[in-house]
């Protein structure tokens, strides 16, 4: 097995980490200033979108797309170490490169099974970084754990859509510049197949009806990078047939095909995190003295260094792997490891960065140090995409498959 990145990896490696050195890590303090000074907390600092420029000016844009008609036309496995860079700072790379959640799911959704209409009115500014977007999942009523049980309503009446429902932690609805939603929701709530009821409509933000409720925190954060994540009403709003995604109770089959690709991503960018924390470590220890020497002499720091090395280099192949079978097999056929690198990845990167954070007393829980927010994000990956329990759940019925 062959484990060298290829030439083209390579490149953009190098254009990547320069990249970060040069513009993104220098900007994450002034993002933090100028948003202080904005009218609103949930509009885009102006740094931003100069790092989105000088990202387009290199071709540091819409890596994540293996369709080359709108995107690099990277395979995942040349994604994966690109990823991981951008992981190193969360709240502005993935943005600066145009390859940000959920913005990233719902265009390879627009690109795999929208319209040419809805591709040209949507998924064009999407790839061009003009516009933001949210996906609406996830509700506050029901366990959305099992997809199955949204509850939200799309009535079809004449030549439209109503849609009624309540959703919550819809990622990315809090900012202003987020213009369209994808909303699933079940047309046929009666089906005798619970995966042929639901569909995916797009729901542009003005639409009548449509109500930001309120922002949603984690840990109290309320992720202003990310666009924040909101509870959403949508109350009999109404938009044209033409709005379905695909087929009337092809939501479900939309979302499991979104969802592969997403939470890889995640994996890849939790690395980078990892990666980030063992440094902030490395650093601390050699600069800081307690009881009479560096914290870098201390026994147990040499345990925690050593063993988060060990598992981010064991999570890497993990993640490389998946990603080679996705390319290889396709997302079917690396469900069992993409369960394994979503079940693995993000609380081995918690118990790093919790190792972190008790190496930086109380700097690890402050604002001054990235350790805190991180933790926040990679503790709700746990969560997000599918709770750890139903990954397990289905990944031990595969195996004790063989055995029945």
Known sequence: ?????????????????????????????????????????????????????????????????????????????????L??????????AP???NCAAPDTGNMEVLAQFGDERQ???????????????????????????????????????????VITGRKWYISGAMNPDCAIFIVMGKTDPDGTDPRRQQSMVLVPR??????IRRAMQVFGYEDHYHGGHAEVVFDHARVPVSHLIGEEGGGFAIAQARLG???IHHCMRLIGMAERAIELMCRRAVDRTAFGKALAQQGVVHNWIADARVAVEQLRLLVLKTAWMMDTVGNRGAHTEIQ???????????????????????????????LAELYAGARTLMIADGPDEVHQRSLARRELKKYL
């Open 340 to 370: 394994a690198i979503k079940i693995a990845t993000p609380r081995t990167v918690v118990g790093i960065l919790d190792k972190a954070i008790q190496l930086h007393g109380a700097g690890g829980v402050s604002q001054d140090f990235p």
């Open 206 to 211: 003005d639409t009548p009806g449509v109500t």
């Open 119 to 161: 591709k040209k009115q949507w998924l064009q500014p999407l790839l061009a970084g003009e516009i933001r977007s949210a996906f609406a999942m996830t509700e506050p009523d029901v366990a959305s754990s099992d997809a199955t049980n949204i509850t939200t309503h799309i009535e079809r009446d004449g030549d439209e859509y």
């Open 261 to 263: 690709p997403g939470r």
């Open 95 to 97: 943005t600066a490169t």
């Open 1 to 81: 097995m062959d484990f060298a990145f290829d030439a083209r990896t390579e490149e953009l490696r190098a254009k990547l980490l320069a990249f970060m050195d040069e513009y993104v890590h220098p900007a994450e303090r002034v993002a933090h200033e100028q948003r202080e000074r904005l009218a609103s907390p949930w509009d885009t600092p102006p740094v931003v979108e100069e790092l989105k420029a000088e990202a387009r000016r290199q071709g540091l844009w819409n890596l994540f797309l293996p369709d080359s008609e709108y995107g690099a036309g990277l395979t995942n496995l040349q994604y994966a170490p």
């Open 83 to 92: 990823a991981e860079i951008t992981g190193r700072s969360p709240q502005l």
